[in-house]
């Protein structure tokens, strides 16, 4: 079936881009401390070890955006809908993820003109190393381009669920977490 087709490709560009998430992540430490190192001992810290330190932060942020959506890992607010129905949870759910993907939707359309500006003219920071910006800046648009892309599956399924009476809604941590324990 075409949806289970489009679920399967997005949860494998979720799994590569946390994948480069993490990479991200160990080369933000790596420098940290290499250039801490540097300063340090030789008085000699990585050149735009800060600029490298920013760009490296949007890959790690934004890029597994998706994948803890699908998972439905983010911070549910959950203290007015524990005591009601799954039914009355699902719908509301399902609004917060139309509300979702049409604020994402935007910032997408936003932030997509804003990596092709800096790719046109081929922007970059002021430093040693003149870092071009576009790379950090696309990464950014991937991330939640691929989160409202993810918004909107979810938004199709949700519907899906409420017509045919199949959805359940996400649990709580609180349960999720007692789960684990036991």
Not at 64 to 81: G, K, N
Not at 133 to 138: I, L, N, R, T
Request: net charge negative.
């Amino acid at each position: 079936e075409p949806r289970d087709l489009v679920v399967k490709i997005l949860n494998w560009i979720d799994r590569a881009t946390v994948f480069v998430s993490v990479m991200g992540l160990v080369t933000l430490t790596t420098l940290v401390c290499a250039s801490v190192m540097g300063r340090y001992l030789f008085a000699a810290p990585i050149p735009d070890d800060l600029v490298f330190s920013e760009f490296l932060m949007v890959f790690i942020v934004f890029l597994p955006l998706s994948s803890v959506q699908a998972s439905r890992e983010h911070v549910f607010v959950t203290i007015f809908t524990e005591w009601m129905p799954n039914r009355k949870k699902v719908v509301l759910e399902t609004f917060g993820v139309f509300v979702g993907l049409i604020a994402f939707t935007i910032v997408a359309a936003a932030v997509y003109t804003d990596f092709q500006e800096s790719y046109d003219i081929q922007a970059y920071v002021e430093g040693p190393l003149e870092l071009v910006e576009w790379p950090a800046k696309f990464a950014l648009f991937f991330g939640i381009g691929l989160f409202a892309i993810r918004l909107l599956v979810d938004l199709v399924q949700s519907i899906h669920g409420i017509i045919y009476d199949t959805a359940t809604a996400t649990r709580a941590e609180e349960d999720r977490v007692l789960d684990t324990e036991l």
